[in-house]
């Protein structure tokens, strides 16, 4: 099993920022891929930016604001995973997930995070 911790949500003004960070407690040789998914009130959840391959992808609505980053932690007994978002607009308001899909003796595995929130407004 793989926990994965958010943490960094909150409330900030249109046009501030915010930095979510992400630590899965396992090494990053046993994610295939990582990434965040955001939902709001009444919306599907939807993909905001993942990392496959060293590929990353970001949703049209967060390109040129948003950035997505990794880090192997100490001793590759963890991973931690970063999603700085610039430029907030009250839409990015959400409740932002991280995932990962594993790989090694976690392949075809999903693991969530319990979701951080993130409220935009003046």
């Known amino acids: 099993q793989v926990q994965l911790v958010e943490s960094g949500g909150g409330l900030v003004q249109p046009g501030g920022s915010l930095r979510l960070s992400c630590a899965a407690s396992t090494s990053i040789f046993n994610i295939a891929v990582m990434g965040w998914y955001r939902q709001a009130p009444g919306m599907e959840r939807e993909l905001v930016a993942r990392?496959?391959?060293?590929?990353?992808?970001?949703?049209?609505s967060v390109k040129g604001r948003f950035t997505m980053s990794k880090d192997n932690g100490r001793d590759n007994q963890k991973t931690f995973f970063y999603l700085q978002m610039y430029n907030l607009k009250p839409e990015d308001t959400a409740r932002y997930y991280c995932?990962?899909?594993?790989?090694?003796?976690?392949?075809?595995?999903?693991?969530w995070g319990q979701g951080t929130q993130v409220t935009v407004s003046s």
């Open positions: 995932y990962s899909e594993g790989s090694r003796q976690f392949r075809g595995r999903t693991f």
């Open positions: 990392i496959s391959g060293g590929i990353t992808e970001y949703a049209e």
